[in-house]
């Protein structure tokens, strides 16, 4: 999740289809766009999923749109799709301040470390206890479109969602799971939070698809779950059902992670970027190398470039320098790399943000982005105003 504060804008380019754009259509965009409806709300986090999206507001309020046929926008579906955000109104009485998309079910967590889940629950994912079926069997709800609380005896700092499966951590520095952590018909699911065993103090999580993340306190970073295309970074295509340590980050100060659906990046406190796992379409940003990585590689073309965050999408990522500029490399229909061309490159390209400063703003200045949250076939981020006369952030 991307988060930053102040007066804000949303902006939105890539796939419209579903609304996930929050422009009020559902045409797609190859240029980056602020979401008008947005822009007095200021806006502190954004994360898009593969279809939908969510907005987190300074005050606590949760916004979604998108996607809504499995409850995903945290209200009964009266539409298939919503192309305006929205108040999730079950959360109003409460402060978000993180929150999590995964293939069609939603995370959130207040400021006092109670989690919320909602969307697709048929593996589990949303946490609830299944009822009793007449034959003994046991059945989920299929979809719960009205945000319930989940892993209510943990006390959660961070929410991540996968394929089918959820992830936190908690303020112990400890991660639990639960939902079906594999592709159907592979393991057993379950509703209920199991701790992931061997980790401790654990500082941040990422969650791809079906991969998982966690760097520790000590600078550690370990991987589970699938590895088809080497997200796991062992060197090898081997699943993992439990955490292994991430190979040939020995010696780099680790200070962020991102998962994408199939691949993996992690970013250093020297402001450069190591890559790994799926290279189709160039996501991993190698240039013209676009073959699977099985070990973290340093991702030489952004070189010289302080990179601050790194978001991973489901076939592209983007990079937010610490001056506010993006780059987006990958798969490039649809637009989703936001600089006017579908062209599909491994070549980091910068994303132009050539929009009218705002109202009542000194007209000599430029947008810093602040935060960069890639989806499925779309991009969000988070900009504000700087001046000329005004020092950056």
Same mark, same amino acid.
């Given at each position: ?22 422009? &009020? ?28 999206? #969510? ?21 009964? *579906? ?68 009205? *945000? ?23 303020? @112990? ?11 159907? /018909?592979?393991?057993?699911? !379950? ?16 969650? =791809?698809?079906?991969?998982? #993340? ?20 062992? =060197? ?7 955490? !292994? ?8 100060? %680790? ?15 020297? /402001? ?7 290279? @189709?379409? &160039?996501? %991993? ?27 991973? =999408? ?25 600089? &006017? ?10 994303? +132009?943000?050539?929009?009218? +400063? +705002?109202?009542?703003?000194? +007209? ?17 981020? !988070? ?11």
């Amino acid at each position: 999740m991307a988060t930053t504060g102040g007066n804000s804008i949303v902006l939105a380019w890539g796939s419209g289809e579903d609304g996930q754009l929050g422009m &009020g259509n559902w045409e797609e965009k190859d240029w980056v766009y602020s979401i008008r409806s947005l822009e007095s709300k200021n806006v502190v986090a954004v994360v898009a999923g593969s279809r939908n999206s #969510l907005a987190i507001c300074e005050n606590g309020n949760l916004y979604t749109w998108g996607w809504n046929q499995r409850g995903t926008l945290g209200h009964p *579906p009266d539409k298939k799709t919503e192309s305006v955000p929205s108040l999730v109104k079950a959360l109003s009485n409460v402060k978000i301040i993180q929150a999590a998309i995964g293939g069609w079910h939603c995370l959130a967590v207040d400021d006092q470390g109670c989690a919320y889940a909602w969307g697709g629950n048929e593996y589990g994912q949303c946490g609830e206890e299944p009822e009793r079926m007449d034959d003994n069997r046991r059945a989920f709800r299929r979809d719960i479109s009205i *945000p319930q609380r989940c892993a209510p005896r943990l006390s959660v700092r961070e929410v991540a969602a996968g394929g089918t499966h959820s992830v936190v951590l908690t303020h @112990e520095g400890h991660v639990w799971t639960w939902g079906q952590p594999w592709p159907p /018909g592979d393991i057993k699911q !379950i509703s209920t939070p199991v701790r992931v065993q061997g980790l401790e103090r654990v500082r941040l999580i990422a969650v =791809g698809a079906f991969h998982n #993340l966690a760097l520790t306190e000590d600078g550690i970073l370990w991987a589970w779950g699938n590895n088809e295309y080497g997200q796991l970074g062992t =060197g090898d295509t081997q699943p993992r059902s439990h955490p !292994i340590p991430v190979q040939g980050l020995s010696g780099l100060t %680790l200070v962020d992670i991102a998962a994408g659906g199939w691949h993996s990046t992690a970013l250093t406190d020297q /402001g450069e970027v190591y890559a790994w796992g799926r290279g @189709e379409h &160039g996501r %991993l940003g190698f240039g013209d190398d676009k073959s699977s990585k099985m070990v973290p590689q340093k991702v030489q073309l952004l070189d010289g470039e302080s990179i601050a965050q790194v978001s991973c =999408g489901g076939t592209h990522s983007v990079a937010r320098t610490s001056d506010g500029r993006m780059f987006s490399f990958g798969r490039g229909d649809h637009g989703r790399l936001g600089y &006017g061309k579908k062209i599909t490159t491994g070549h980091p390209m910068e994303v +132009p943000v050539d929009l009218p +400063p +705002p109202g009542g703003a000194p +007209p000599s200045g430029l947008w810093h982005v602040t935060a960069v949250a890639c989806g499925g076939r779309h991009t969000l981020a !988070i900009a504000l105003w700087a001046a000329d006369n005004e020092p950056d952030e």
